[in-house]
């Protein structure tokens, strides 16, 4: 399943508000962090609102600035990005702006939104029907196959938010804090009550635009089981950075590792050949940094751009056995083992028949692979 980047986008006052509850879209920012959100949306394949803010904000959400359509286009992209809803009851106004400005337009809704969606709307959107409930990953498939969307900008509201943080499905966030306070328990946050990843998401900017703070977060958690995270993107293309930093070899692979506790916590990081040890693997020198009584080994997962290793002549253990050893039960890898080396080698078989879940992201083949291109056809 291949989803697009999902960057998650909003202004909040210092207690945590999106809004008031007053009757006009409460102003959070200003011109220049407004002119920003227009270079992001114009950066973007599509952006998404939740049915509820198109009914409290009416709002518009197109490129503005004249420039930056031009360069869209002049990029072979439409002018303005893709425009995207979802509803579950239906219930969408036809004189909404959202019909009546930009580009294309798509509703995601449930079988029966889509009867009632569809009465309203007539043909100012497709709209596609998801089941009886909306599921987001199939949403977010739909708009990378079907509609080619490789960044979605999602622009609120908080129920939106709070349902892709959760699932582990948002790449990034931008918070824009206002100094302003609204103090108001019936207007909406940006985040509901619910379970999160536990630890600490990773800040990655903060910027000064007039009088507000930009922020800028990318969620570290892991996913769980066979399902994908957002994070679980994040961490393979590290695993895979690490690879181009391997001692050239012409006897053995280049391969990244890192191992990540559930909480989003690097317990350690490796790559082949590193140090002074000229046949180290990646995933060894990585689970070597860790005490081995670490007790978050055992939620952890272990990132490596190659499948772990089934068989090696250089070691008495391969590294599907150390990772078992180490009580690790989750791996994520973006290549499975070619036959250069090793015949047949299946380092995945080892850890799935112990138990362990291995879980194969191709869309990363390329980037593991470039440091082998010498080694693989
Ligand atoms: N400050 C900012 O940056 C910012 C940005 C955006 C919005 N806002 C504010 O946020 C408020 C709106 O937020 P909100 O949380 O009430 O609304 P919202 O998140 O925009 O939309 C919620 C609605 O989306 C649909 N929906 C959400 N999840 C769904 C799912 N899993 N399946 C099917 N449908 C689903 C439902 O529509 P139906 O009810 O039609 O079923 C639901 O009522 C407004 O006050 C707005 O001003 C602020």
Not at 22 to 41: M, N
Not at 140 to 159: D, K, Q, W
Request: net charge negative.
């Amino acid at each position: 399943m291949s989803y697009p980047y999902v960057l998650l986008s909003a202004a909040v006052s210092l207690d945590g508000y999106l809004d008031d509850t007053g009757p006009e879209r409460l102003l959070l920012s200003g011109p220049a962090d407004f002119d920003r959100v227009d270079e992001v949306r114009a950066a973007s394949d599509a952006i998404l609102v939740g049915a509820g803010t198109i009914r409290a904000d009416n709002p518009r959400l197109l490129v503005n600035s004249a420039e930056r359509r031009a360069a869209r286009v002049a990029e072979g992209r439409p002018a303005y990005p893709l425009k995207v809803t979802v509803t579950a009851s239906g219930d969408l106004d036809p004189a909404a702006k959202f019909w009546h400005t930009g580009g294309e337009k798509a509703v995601y809704t449930t079988d029966a939104g889509a009867e009632r969606a569809a009465r309203l709307l007539g043909d100012s959107a497709e709209i596609v029907p998801l089941g009886p409930e909306l599921d987001w990953r199939a949403l977010l498939e739909h708009l990378y196959v079907v509609h080619g969307v490789r960044r979605l900008m999602v622009e609120g509201g908080g129920t939106v938010h709070t349902q892709l943080l959760r699932q582990g499905l948002a790449d990034e966030l931008q918070l824009v804090l206002a100094p302003l306070l609204v103090g108001d328990p019936a207007a909406p946050r940006l985040f509901g009550p619910g379970a999160y990843q536990s630890g600490r998401l990773r800040l990655t900017e903060t910027r000064r635009i007039e009088d507000v703070v930009l922020m800028r977060y990318e969620p570290t958690a892991p996913g769980a089981g066979a399902v994908p995270a957002a994070a679980d993107r994040h961490w393979l293309r590290i695993a895979c950075e690490l690879a181009a930093l391997c001692p050239p070899s012409k006897t053995a692979f280049s391969v990244g590792a890192v191992v990540v506790a559930a909480d989003g916590t690097e317990l350690a990081r490796g790559h082949s050949r590193e140090g002074d040890d000229p046949v180290v693997h990646a995933e060894e020198a990585a689970l070597a940094k860790i005490d081995p009584a670490d007790p978050r080994l055992a939620a952890a997962t272990v990132y490596s751009s190659l499948e772990p290793c089934a068989r090696r002549a250089s070691r008495p253990a391969p590294c599907a056995e150390l990772i078992l050893r180490a009580g690790v039960r989750r791996v994520v890898t973006a290549w499975r083992e070619p036959d250069t080396f090793v015949e047949a080698a299946d380092g995945s078989g080892i850890l799935a028949r112990a138990g362990a879940e291995v879980v194969v992201l191709p869309e990363y083949e390329a980037q593991a692979k470039a440091p082998n291109g010498h080694l693989v056809r």
